[in-house]
């Protein structure tokens, strides 16, 4: 998993990619159903009186971290592409006042929302920056959006009054798989008061991984190798990170599922000794123009591959990084994964 550390790069001079390793204590969602706010009868100063919206308070238990929701958030920051574009999906645009730190190009349909939404910073802004965004919510989707050394630890917000929110992906040691998708869009839409509205994404999500499942049943499964980056040695994805089951969802086998770990390194010999028929690269934005086109390169150009099915065929697959988390991109990337495993299924 991706913590924002630096791993190995290829030779060539490209900038450090990000990367994520083990996450933090469990989570559990203890929500009730969350409804938009409303005003009380006026007080003697006629002014509204303020009371809890209907539904709320609510109390969410995220990463050790017990919250209690007054009312829903009106002013988020989002640290971190994969939380934005869910925020932009359950229509919550007009919460939002900072975003920062993209990784992928933008699914088209919330592009415009998402330009629209100021950038506090091309990678994670400082404390202070988000605090002049003045959020009553930081939700972070990688565990360095909290990053202690950086003075952004979830401490630091709430003793300057901000609740925190992050992804589930870092709430635990288990194994992460589509269901930690579906429960992270249910906890947000029950934070923000639209559980119908998350009800609704999530259903749509899951007919979209069925209708991929649907077209590659009874398909020969393919064997996958993800590669992410390196050179020396192969930085890819274990048997606990949802690429794993997204390609098992496609139709395929990671050839690396055995990998007790969310991303490992692995020896050029090992991925020479498993014969992958399907080679999925991971796409990070931020690595420049060309990124994915130089990984192919650097594949192509290793003798000791060139047996290896996947290379003498040049079969390859390629996921944006934000489509392999936990967030609304991991239901598209089974329609891009089974199609590119089992093409003939799509014809």
Known sequence: MYDGMPHAPLSSPTPARRRRRPRAAAAALTAAVALLAGCGPADGDGKPEARPAAGFPVTVDNCGVRTTYDRPPSRVVTIHQHPAELLLSLGLADRMVGTAFPDSAVLPELAEEYAAVPELAPREPSFETV???????????????????????????????INTHLNREYCGGKRVTMRDT????????????????????????????????????????????VYDSGDKTAFTAGGRSLGTELIR????????????????????????????????????????????????????????????PAIRDKRFVVLPLTATLVGIRSAHAVEDLARGLHPESFR
Request: proline share 4%.
């Open 131 to 161: 605090l002049e965004a003045d959020p009553d919510l930081v939700y972070g989707g990688y565990a360095s959006a909290f990053d202690e050394s950086q003075g952004r630890s979830r401490k630091a917000f709430a003793d300057a009054g």
């Open 182 to 225: 579906y429960d992270e869009i249910r906890t947000i839409g029950t934070v923000f008061g639209v559980p119908d509205r998350a009800g609704k994404l999530v259903a749509d999500l899951e007919d979209r991984v069925e209708g991929a499942v649907t077209a590659v049943r009874g398909e020969p499964e393919v064997s996958v190798f």
């Open 249 to 308: 969802l496609a139709g395929g086998r990671n050839v690396f599922a055995d990998l007790d770990d969310v991303f490992g390194d692995v020896s050029w010999e090992q991925v020479v000794a498993r014969a992958p028929e399907v080679i999925a690269i991971y796409d990070y934005a931020d690595d420049g123009a060309g990124s994915v086109e130089r990984k192919k390169k650097f594949l192509l150009s290793q003798p000791a591959l060139a047996d290896v």
